[in-house]
C-alpha cells in the first residue's frame, strides 16, 4: 500500500469527517465559564460551583444535541439542467432525515468546492421532522464556463444554543460544467449570415416545417413556441416540436490561438454559442469548429447543449483548424468568429468567399 | 404555540426567576423591588409594533442618558462605600438595565442582553444566597435557560436566512422570516419535553460537578467571602432601646444544636419545657454608661482558656476557666463528666459569638476542612465569655495559624456546659470579701450621670435584705411586680438616661430594659453583676432531632456574683410563653435548610473525600480508613490487568460499533452477491479486476459500455472477446438475460485473452 493511502486512511480513523469549533458566543462563554470557575475556586463559593457547573453542562448538551441533530441525515445535490457563466442558476439540495423521532433543526448546506472549501452560498433547513425529506436550493452564479468541480457537501449545525458550529463533511463528488455565458446576437448579423445560403430570414422562418409533436419546455426554447393550451391543461409549460428542415446547414467556426487575448477570447466564445442556439432555435442545423473539436451539424435541443458543451470546454491557446476541408465540406455556409478588440469579428460564406458581417 | 410567543414567554420567565431569585435573599431594597414589580409586567406589551415598543424607541437617546446617570451614580456609590464595599448600586443598576431592555427588546441583540443581564443577576443570587430557595430558582433558571436559548438561537437563525424556501412537498415556496415566526408549527409539547429532558440532564451534571471540583479554596483575590447576616445585639456596644427590638417576624435562624440530653427525654411536653428554658449564652458587658452596655476589656476579669489537642480527630478543646473561680482540677474534671453536651452550628452570622448553653465550661473546635485555607478557632474575651475567630492556616498543616480574619462565616462545634441540676457550684468560688480588694470593681462601677434617686430606689428595694442572693430575688420581684414587658417601646425624650425613663416613667420594657436594670439596681445595692446577651429557648424539629434557634428569641439577662455560688443568672425578664416546637412544614423547611447548609453552602474538600471514601466502598475498593475484615477482597494484579483489558475492549467496541457494523454488513453483502451472482457477472468482475490491476480501472461514474468505448480507444487485447462479455453482462446484470451455459463456457475460456499489451 502507498504511504499516502496508508496516511489517509489513518487521518481517516483517527479523524472523522467531524469539526467542531467555536462560535464568537462559544468563546465569550467559555472564557466567562472559564472566569466563573476560577471565582468559585478562589473564593470557594460552593453556589459558584454549581452555575460554574451549569455553563460546563450547557456547553457539554450544546455538542451532543448538535451530533444528535445531525445523525441519521441523507443529502443529495441536484444539478441544475444547464449552467451558463455569468447567470445565476438554482443548486438544489435535498436532505433526508432517517432518525426515527428527532427532528433536525438549523441545518446548513454547503457545497465544497476542489479545494475543500466551502463556496460562498449555502442552504439553510430550519426544520426537518424525523423520516421526511425537504428540497431547497441556493442561487450562485460561476463567473467563468468549464468545468467546476465540487467535492462533497458540508452539513453544519450551530443547533441548539450557537456557542459550537458542528460540521460533517460529505463525500459527493460533482463537476459543474458551466456553458459560455450567452450574449444578444445582433439581428443584422443573423440575417447577414443567413443571406449567404440564399434565403431571406425572418422570425416565423425559425418555428416553421411540419408539427411533429409537443414536449415539456427546457431551458433555451423560444417562448414563443409553447402551447398554451397544453400548458394550462398540464400545469406545466409545453412547446411544439417541428419537423427540421433539410438543407440549411451552418457552421459556426470559432478561431482559436494564442495570439488572441484571454478577455477577447471569452466574448469570442460566448458570440459563437449565442449565434449556434439562434441558429438552432431557427430550426438550422448547426455545426462547430472550435479549436481542434469538431460538432457535427444537426439540429436540436441535444446539438444545442452539444455545442455548449464544446464550447465550455475549448481551450483558447489550441492551433486553429480553419480551413480544413473535410468539415467544411459538410455545411452550406459558415460563420467564422475571430476574437477582436471590443466585438469578436464575424464573416460569413462558403470556402473562401467570406463576406465579414461585424 | 407560536415561535414568537414561545420566546417571548420564555424570555420573560427567565428574567423574571432570575431577579425572584435575587430577591429571596433580602438584599435589595423595598425600591428596587417596588419598582421592578411595576414596569416588568409592563414590559410584556411593549412590542416593538405597539404604541409603548414605539414610545420606548422614540424616548431611546433620553432612556441611554438616563443610562449614563444611573451608572455614573452607581459607580460614585461604590467607590465612596471604600474599603467596605457595597455592591447593591451595581445590582440596582443592573435590575434597571433587565425592565429597560426589557422594554426595548427590538433585536435578537437586545435579547441577548437581557439573558446576560439574567445571568449576572443569577450569579449575584448565588453569591448572597443563604437560603434553601435558591435551589428552587437554580431548578427553574435551569430549565428556562435551555428553552429560551433554543428558542432564541432558532429565531436567530431564521432572521439571519431572512428568506428561506421550503420545498417539502414538490414545490418550492418562499416564505419570510415573520411567517415562520409566527408559525405554530416549529415548536410544539415534545420540543418542550425534550429540551425539558435535556435541562434536566444540564442539572444532574452540573450537581456531579459542584460535587467532584475540588475544593482546593485558592483565596487568591477576592478572599472568598459570604455576606453574611448581621443580627443586632452582639456587637462591641449594646444600646438600650436602639437595638435588639424583639419581632416575632423575624425568623432568621442564627444557630441550631444537637443536645442529647434534651433528645433523650421522650415526653414531647416535657421536652418543650426544657427547651423553652435553655439559655443559649453569648456575648457578656461589664460598664453601663447613659444607656449603653460594653466592656472594661481588663486584663483581669479577661476569660482563661486551656487548649488540648485531642488524639481522636484532631479537634482541638477548650476548658474555660472564670477568673474568680477557685481552679481545682478534681472539680473541672467533675463539672464537665456531668455536663450538657451540645453540638453547636452557627449559622452564616456577622458576629463571631460562641453561643452555647448557660454556662459553657469546655469548647471543642473541630479540625478544619482537609485542603481548606482558612479555620474557625476559639478566642477568650472578658468575663467568662469566649468567641469565635476565623484565620488563614496552611492547608499543609491546619494547626498553623497564619492570619486571623475580620470575616466570619459561621462554625460548627461542640460545647460541655455545666448542669446546673448535678453539678453545684458551691465551694468553687470564694465569697466576695475574701477576693482580692478591687477584684470586682468593674461589676459593681455604676456611672455618676446616673440620678441620685436611682440609688435610692435600690436601697429602698433591698432594705433588710441581708444576703446578695436575697437581694437578687428582691430586685426581680419588684421589677416583675412593677414593670410589664412589651416590645413596643416607649421612651421619654426628657430623660437622658433610657434606664431612668424604665424604672421610674415607662411601666413595660423588654429584657434589655429588665436586665439592665436589674444589674444596676443590685450594683447600687452593693451586688457585682453583668449583662449577658444571648437567646432563650428554641423550637424543636422532629425530623432531624435539633434544636433551631432563631432570631426573634434573643433575650438579655443578668448574671449576679452570689458569694460562694459564683455568677448565678438572674433573669428579671418576665416569663414569655413561645411555642417550643416547628409545625410540620416549618420542620420540613429547616431540615432542607440544614441539609443546604450542610452539603451545599458549606460543601467542603473533606465532604468530598467522605464521599469518594463512601463510594469506594460501594464499589469495593480498599483504601485508607477502610475497615479491615471488611467488604470484598482485592483484586490481585492479575484479575486487574484482566479486567482492565476487559473494560478497554468493551470501550473499543462500543466506541467503534458503527464501523464494525458497517464492516460486517459490508462482508455480508459482498458474500451475498458472490453467492448469488450469475456466472458472467462473475467472469465479467474477474475481468474488471485483472484490467483494473493493469492499469486501466473502471471509473465509478463509467457504465459498462463507457468503459468499453474508452478502451477501445487505446490498444486492448481480446477486444471482440471484451465486447461480448459486456454485452453479456449488461444483459444479465440490468436486463435479467439469462446467458446460454456454453456461452458463458466460452466467456469464461476466451476472458483470459483479454488484457492490455505489455
Known amino acids: 500500500m502507498p504511504p499516502a493511502s496508508l496516511r489517509a486512511r489513518l487521518r481517516r480513523w483517527f479523524r472523522p469527517p467531524r469539526h467542531f469549533r467555536l462560535t464568537r458566543e462559544g468563546r465569550w462563554y467559555v472564557g466567562v465559564t472559564l472566569l466563573l470557575g476560577f471565582a468559585a475556586v478562589n473564593g470557594g463559593i460552593n453556589l459558584l460551583f454549581l452555575m460554574f457547573g451549569m455553563l460546563l453542562c450547557l456547553l457539554v448538551a450544546n455538542g451532543v444535541l448538535s451530533e444528535a441533530s445531525m445523525r441519521g441525515l441523507e443529502v443529495h445535490r441536484q444539478l441544475p439542467p444547464a449552467i451558463h457563466a455569468g447567470s445565476p442558476f438554482l443548486m438544489g439540495i435535498s436532505v433526508r432525515n432517517g432518525k426515527a423521532r428527532i427532528p433536525t433543526f438549523s441545518l446548513e448546506v454547503e457545497d465544497l468546492a476542489k479545494d475543500g472549501k466551502p463556496v460562498d452560498r449555502r442552504c439553510f433547513f430550519l426544520k426537518i421532522p424525523a423520516h421526511r425529506q425537504q428540497e431547497t436550493s441556493y442561487r450562485r452564479t460561476l463567473p467563468r464556463r468549464g468545468i467546476h468541480g465540487l467535492t462533497g457537501l458540508r452539513l453544519s449545525t450551530r443547533f441548539p444554543f450557537g456557542l459550537l458550529r458542528r460540521s460533517l463533511d460529505v463525500e459527493a463528488p460533482a463537476d459543474l460544467l458551466a456553458y459560455p455565458a450567452l450574449l444578444p446576437v445582433a439581428d443584422p448579423i443573423l440575417a447577414g449570415g443567413l443571406a449567404q445560403i440564399g434565403e431571406k430570414q425572418s422570425p416565423a422562418r425559425a418555428r416553421s416545417g411540419d408539427f411533429h409533436g409537443l414536449r415539456e419546455l427546457r431551458p433555451g426554447d423560444d417562448p414563443r413556441d409553447i402551447h398554451w393550451r397544453t400548458t394550462a391543461r398540464r400545469g406545466r409549460p409545453f412547446v411544439r416540436e417541428f419537423e427540421e428542415e433539410t438543407g440549411r446547414t451552418v457552421l459556426v467556426v470559432l478561431e482559436t490561438g494564442a495570439e488572441f487575448p484571454a478577455e477577447e477570447f471569452e466574448t469570442a466564445v460566448s458570440y459563437a454559442a449565442s449565434l449556434a442556439l439562434a441558429l438552432l432555435r431557427r430550426a438550422y442545423r448547426v455545426g462547430l469548429v472550435a479549436g481542434r473539436s469538431f460538432v457535427p451539424p444537426d439540429a436540436g435541443l441535444m446539438q444545442g447543449r452539444d455545442i455548449l458543451r464544446c464550447l465550455a470546454l475549448v481551450d483558447g491557446t489550441a492551433p486553429s483548424e480553419v480551413g480544413q476541408p473535410s468539415w467544411a465540406a459538410a455545411a452550406s455556409t459558415t460563420l467564422i468568429v475571430t476574437p477582436g478588440t471590443g466585438h469578436p469579428r464575424i464573416e460569413a460564406g462558403k470556402d473562401k468567399n467570406l463576406r465579414r458581417l461585424a | ?758
Not at chain 2, 414568537?4 to 431569585?21: P, Q
Not at chain 2, 442618558?65 to 461604590?78: D, E, H, R, W
Not at chain 2, 440532564?201 to 460537578?209: A, D, E, I, P, T
Open chain 2, 1 to 758: 404555540m407560536r415561535f414568537r410567543f414561545a420566546h417571548k414567554l420564555g424570555t420573560f420567565l427567565l428574567a423574571g426567576t432570575s431577579l425572584g431569585t435575587l430577591a429571596t435573599s433580602d438584599v435589595l431594597p423595598n425600591l428596587t423591588l417596588a419598582l421592578v414589580a411595576l414596569f416588568f409586567p409592563v414590559s410584556w406589551y411593549a412590542d416593538p409594533e405597539t404604541p409603548l415598543g414605539r414610545f420606548f424607541e422614540r424616548m431611546t437617546s433620553w432612556l441611554n442618558v438616563a443610562i449614563l446617570v444611573f451608572l455614573a451614580s452607581a459607580v460614585f456609590q461604590v467607590a465612596r462605600s471604600f474599603p467596605d464595599v457595597d455592591l447593591l448600586p451595581f445590582l440596582n443598576f443592573v435590575h434597571f438595565l433587565v425592565v429597560l431592555k426589557l422594554c426595548q427588546r427590538r433585536s435578537n441583540r437586545d435579547y441577548l442582553q437581557v439573558y446576560v443581564l439574567s445571568f449576572l443577576v443569577m450569579l449575584a443570587a448565588a453569591w448572597l444566597a443563604t437560603s434553601v430557595v435558591f435551589v428552587v430558582g437554580f431548578v427553574l433558571y435551569v430549565l428556562l435557560a435551555t428553552w429560551t436559548l433554543v428558542l432564541f438561537h432558532l429565531r436567530r437563525e431564521i432572521e439571519d436566512n431572512y428568506i428561506v424556501r421550503h420545498a417539502s412537498e414538490s414545490h418550492a415556496e418562499q416564505v419570510t422570516a415573520s411567517r415562520v415566526l409566527n408559525s405554530r408549527r416549529v415548536v410544539g409539547l415534545p420540543f418542550f419535553a425534550a429540551t425539558g429532558l435535556v435541562a434536566v440532564l444540564v442539572m444532574l451534571g452540573s450537581s456531579l460537578v459542584f460535587a467532584t471540583v475540588p475544593r482546593v479554596g485558592l483565596g487568591f483575590i477576592l478572599g472568598g467571602v459570604r455576606r453574611p447576616v448581621g443580627i443586632a445585639g452582639f456587637t462591641d456596644e449594646v444600646k438600650l432601646g436602639m437595638q435588639g427590638t424583639i419581632s416575632t417576624d423575624n425568623q432568621t435562624v442564627v444557630l441550631r444544636a444537637q443536645v442529647p440530653a434534651v433528645t433523650a427525654i421522650p415526653d414531647r411536653a416535657k421536652r418543650e419545657s426544657v427547651i423553652a428554658s435553655l439559655y443559649w449564652r453569648g456575648t457578656v458587658y461589664d460598664t453601663y454608661d447613659k444607656g449603653q452596655w460594653s466592656r472594661s476589656r481588663e486584663d483581669r476579669t479577661r476569660t482563661r482558656i486551656a487548649a488540648v489537642t485531642t488524639s481522636r480527630d484532631l479537634s482541638r478543646a477548650y476548658l474555660l476557666h472564670d477568673p474568680f473561680e477557685i481552679r481545682t482540677r478534681t472539680g473541672r474534671r467533675a463539672a464537665v463528666q456531668g455536663a450538657i453536651e451540645q453540638q453547636v452550628e452557627i449559622v452564616a452570622l456577622s458576629h463571631p459569638v460562641a453561643f452555647a448553653l448557660d454556662r459553657p465550661l469546655l469548647f471543642e473546635m473541630p479540625p478544619p476542612p482537609t485542603g481548606a485555607f482558612t479555620a474557625v478557632d476559639l478566642e477568650a474575651r472578658w468575663s467568662d465569655e469566649v468567641s469565635l475567630r476565623m484565620y488563614r492556616v496552611n492547608p499543609a498543616n491546619p494547626f498553623e495559624r497564619r492570619q486571623a480574619m475580620t470575616e466570619f462565616l459561621g462554625a460548627r462545634y461542640r460545647v460541655f456546659s455545666r448542669n446546673t441540676s448535678t453539678s453545684r457550684t458551691e465551694g468553687l468560688y470564694l465569697g466576695q470579701e475574701q477576693l482580692p480588694a478591687g477584684a470586682l470593681d468593674n461589676y459593681l462601677r455604676v456611672p455618676e450621670t446616673l440620678a441620685t434617686n436611682v440609688a435610692a430606689l435600690a436601697q429602698e428595694v433591698t432594705a433588710g435584705k441581708p444576703t446578695a442572693a436575697a437581694k437578687a430575688e428582691a430586685v426581680v420581684e419588684w421589677l416583675r411586680r412593677t414593670h410589664g414587658y412589651t416590645t413596643n417601646l416607649k421612651r421619654d425624650e426628657r430623660i437622658a438616661d433610657p434606664l431612668e425613663d424604665f424604672l421610674f416613667v415607662q411601666s413595660a420594657g423588654h429584657c434589655e430594659y429588665f436586665a439592665s436594670a436589674a444589674a444596676i439596681l443590685l450594683r447600687l445595692s452593693g451586688v457585682p453583676t453583668r449583662y449577658v446577651n444571648g437567646f432563650l429557648g428554641g423550637e424543636w424539629n422532629d425530623m432531624r432531632g435539633a434544636i433551631t434557634v432563631r432570631e426573634n428569641r434573643a433575650h438579655s439577662w443578668t448574671e449576679a456574683y452570689l458569694g460562694t455560688d459564683g455568677w448565678v443568672r438572674v433573669d428579671a425578664t418576665p416569663a414569655l410563653r413561645r411555642p417550643a416546637r416547628m409545625g410540620n412544614v416549618r420542620q420540613l423547611l429547616d431540615s432542607l435548610e440544614l441539609f443546604w447548609g450542610r452539603w451545599v453552602v458549606e460543601y467542603s474538600a473533606s465532604q468530598q473525600l467522605l464521599l469518594a471514601q463512601r463510594l469506594g466502598q460501594k464499589l469495593g475498593f480498599r483504601g485508607r480508613g477502610y475497615l479491615p475484615g471488611r467488604g470484598p477482597k482485592p483484586l490481585s494484579r492479575k484479575q486487574a490487568l484482566v479486567v482492565t483489558a476487559v473494560v478497554l475492549l468493551a470501550i473499543v467496541l462500543v466506541s467503534q460499533r458503527k464501523r464494525l457494523l458497517r464492516w460486517r454488513r459490508r462482508y455480508e453483502t459482498a458474500a451475498a452477491r458472490q453467492r448469488t451472482a450469475k456466472p458472467v457477472v462473475r467472469i465479467y468482475q474477474t475481468t474488471l479486476a485483472r484490467l483494473s490491476a493493469a492499469g486501466a480501472p473502471r471509473l465509478p461514474s463509467e457504465t459498462p459500455h463507457e468503459y468499453l468505448a474508452r478502451l477501445k480507444q487505446r490498444p486492448l487485447q481480446g477486444e471482440p472477446v471484451f465486447s461480448d462479455l459486456t454485452d453479456a453482462y449488461a444483459g444479465a446484470r440490468y436486463g435479467d438475460i439469462e446467458v446460454p451455459p456454453e456461452a458463458v463456457a466460452r466467456l469464461r475460456r476466451d476472458s483470459a485473452q483479454i488484457g492490455l499489451p505489455q
